[in-house]
């Protein structure tokens, strides 16, 4: 009996460090917010009403790994973005980093390199079509505060004729596919599910238009949320591209060679991932 009451002290001795840091960290630190859009396959309703997404995964884990407690909710981009500028506490992903943006945040990433090119109907445009020959007729969509709207107005697009700026990113993705608009922004993953929904419809299916530039998705923070805490999500951001986590959740969606850029930049120590936009 006396060594069964001295091994469950020296278990019970174990477990408590682990619990005291954890509880301590809740205790520093309040509950985040973490605010995303409809953007599969990164992050989306499943058939249960629950957000789901590889992108969703990853963060999940990063909770988990930090002791960092907080739901994640689906929300239109519009809103998510002003409640992460206006409120304390809020982490918002995948949210694209510009100068613009660079001070309304604090940064954690990037989660994602993505490329992204605008994109329409194969069947209603000629094989050497750019962007600088569009027919003002032609109708796109994208969604408000996305950072691409500038390159559509400055190629004749303007939202009170032939330019539909929706609240939700996926409101696009439909209109498209119903064939209710001509031209949408699309990265790279996004646009391999939408040729397969067009083309299992019978539809034809895209043609790139001309490509925009890749683009880094990131996590922002609001800039209430404390120097360590960043840097503590930073470093197992980072940890998960090392040893593998990440590229478990992406390698079926993702190309290849976005994996192995983030796994490269993790694997150096300068400059680091979360680096300042020049």
């Given at each position: 009996?006396?060594?069964?009451?001295?091994?469950?002290?020296?278990?019970v001795?174990s477990?408590?460090?682990?619990?005291?840091?954890?509880?301590?960290?809740?205790?520093?630190?309040?509950?985040?917010?973490?605010?995303?859009?409809?953007?599969?396959?990164?992050?989306?309703?499943d058939?249960?009403?629950?957000v789901?997404?590889?992108?969703?995964?990853?963060i999940?884990?990063?909770?988990?790994?930090?002791?960092?407690?907080?739901e994640?909710?689906?929300l239109?981009?519009?809103?998510?973005?002003e409640?992460?500028?206006s409120?304390?506490?809020?982490?918002?992903?995948e949210?694209?980093?510009?100068?613009?943006?660079?001070?309304?945040?604090k940064?954690?990433?990037?989660?994602?390199l993505?490329?992204?090119?605008?994109?329409?109907?194969?069947?209603r445009?000629?094989?050497?079509?750019n962007?600088?020959?569009?027919?003002?007729?032609l109708?796109?969509?994208?969604?408000?505060?996305?950072q691409?709207?500038?390159?559509l107005?400055?190629?004749?697009?303007?939202?009170t004729?032939?330019l539909?700026?929706?609240?939700?990113?996926?409101?696009?993705?439909?209109?498209?596919?119903?064939g209710?608009?001509?031209?949408?922004?699309?990265?790279?993953?996004a646009?391999?599910?939408?040729e397969?929904?067009l083309?299992?419809?019978?539809n034809?299916?895209?043609?790139r238009?001309?490509?925009?530039?890749?683009?880094?998705?990131?996590?922002?923070?609001?800039?209430?949320?404390?120097?360590?805490?960043?840097?503590?999500?930073?470093?197992?951001?980072?940890?998960?591209?090392?040893?593998?986590?990440?590229?478990?959740?992406?390698?079926?969606v993702?190309?290849?060679a976005a994996?192995t850029r983030?796994?490269?930049m993790?694997?150096?120590d300068?400059p680091?991932?979360q680096?300042?936009?020049?």
């Amino acid at each position: 009996m006396a060594y069964i009451r001295t091994l469950l002290l020296i278990m019970v001795a174990s477990v408590l460090p682990a619990a005291t840091a954890a509880q301590s960290r809740q205790e520093q630190f309040p509950p985040l917010r973490l605010l995303t859009e409809h953007s599969p396959p990164g992050m989306y309703l499943d058939e249960q009403g629950k957000v789901a997404g590889v992108t969703v995964d990853l963060i999940r884990i990063l909770q988990r790994r930090l002791n960092e407690a907080g739901e994640i909710e689906l929300l239109p981009w519009a809103r998510a973005f002003e409640l992460a500028r206006s409120q304390s506490n809020i982490a918002l992903f995948e949210t694209a980093r510009s100068k613009d943006r660079e001070n309304l945040f604090k940064w954690v990433g990037p989660l994602k390199l993505i490329q992204t090119a605008l994109y329409g109907h194969s069947s209603r445009f000629e094989p050497d079509l750019n962007s600088a020959r569009l027919n003002p007729r032609l109708i796109a969509c994208d969604y408000v505060n996305s950072q691409n709207i500038s390159f559509l107005k400055s190629t004749g697009f303007d939202d009170t004729r032939n330019l539909i700026l929706t609240s939700k990113h996926g409101e696009c993705f439909n209109l498209f596919t119903a064939g209710k608009v001509d031209l949408i922004i699309l990265n790279d993953a996004a646009a391999a599910q939408v040729e397969a929904s067009l083309q299992a419809a019978g539809n034809s299916g895209l043609f790139r238009v001309n490509t925009l530039q890749e683009t880094e998705l990131y996590l922002a923070f609001s800039r209430d949320v404390s120097d360590d805490r960043i840097a503590a999500w930073q470093q197992a951001l980072e940890q998960s591209y090392r040893d593998g986590t990440m590229r478990q959740l992406y390698q079926s969606v993702y190309s290849e060679a976005a994996i192995t850029r983030l796994e490269a930049m993790a694997a150096t120590d300068e400059p680091k991932l979360q680096r300042l936009i020049n």
